[in-house]
């Protein structure tokens, strides 16, 4: 399926995102017969969202709503938003077909056949870095949270050795 034949601008207003957005959603729905109703879920954007470029909002196994990073949009543009869509259209049609949410082998067999991710790439630079000071293990973090505020009541996952947090804007300087 050709994703630069959906293409619209970074320049979009949210309204002409979405309506891009749900038409290359029924395309890919039909051309990889996944079981999908688009019209039948709600479409929104999330302007605060950093981290996780979409999400299915489901009760009870059942898909309500496709919702979609505009920083992803905004910072990486259609093509890496159009690998979102798919990633989640992938999520509807295994919680209709299997009531599995996860992203799990049945997922990643889909993901590779549709061209898509399994984890999404970073879209928006973080405000600091976590960073292990023995294995250099790093954590991208964006808000204020206890492990940026407290990092020595903490070890590294990966050695157990100590954090040390570093403002992104100032990679060689501490918080």
Not at 115 to 136: E, I, K, L, Q, Y
Not at 156 to 161: F, R, S
Request: proline share 3%; charged share 35%.
């Amino acid at each position: 399926m050709e994703v630069g034949r959906y293409r619209i601008g970074t320049d979009a207003t949210p309204a002409e995102f979405l309506a891009t957005a749900r038409v290359y959603a029924r395309a890919v729905a039909e051309t990889h017969d996944l079981t999908v109703s688009v019209g039948e879920l709600e479409w929104e954007v999330s302007r605060r969202a950093k981290r996780r470029a979409g999400a299915v909002r489901h009760r009870d196994g059942e898909p309500k709503a496709v919702v979609l990073a505009w920083l992803q949009f905004r910072n990486r543009g259609w093509r890496a938003t159009a690998a979102t869509i798919r990633h989640e259209l992938l999520h509807v049609h295994l919680l209709n077909e299997r009531d599995d949410p996860s992203h799990g082998p049945a997922f990643r067999r889909l993901a590779q056949a549709l061209g898509t991710h399994v984890r999404c790439d970073r879209f928006v630079d973080p405000t600091w870095w976590v960073r292990c000071t023995d294995c250099d293990a790093e954590l991208a973090r964006y808000r204020r949270s206890k492990l940026v505020k407290n990092p020595d009541h903490y070890r590294c996952g990966e050695c157990g050795g100590r954090y040390r947090v570093v403002r992104a804007d100032d990679a060689d300087g501490e918080e």
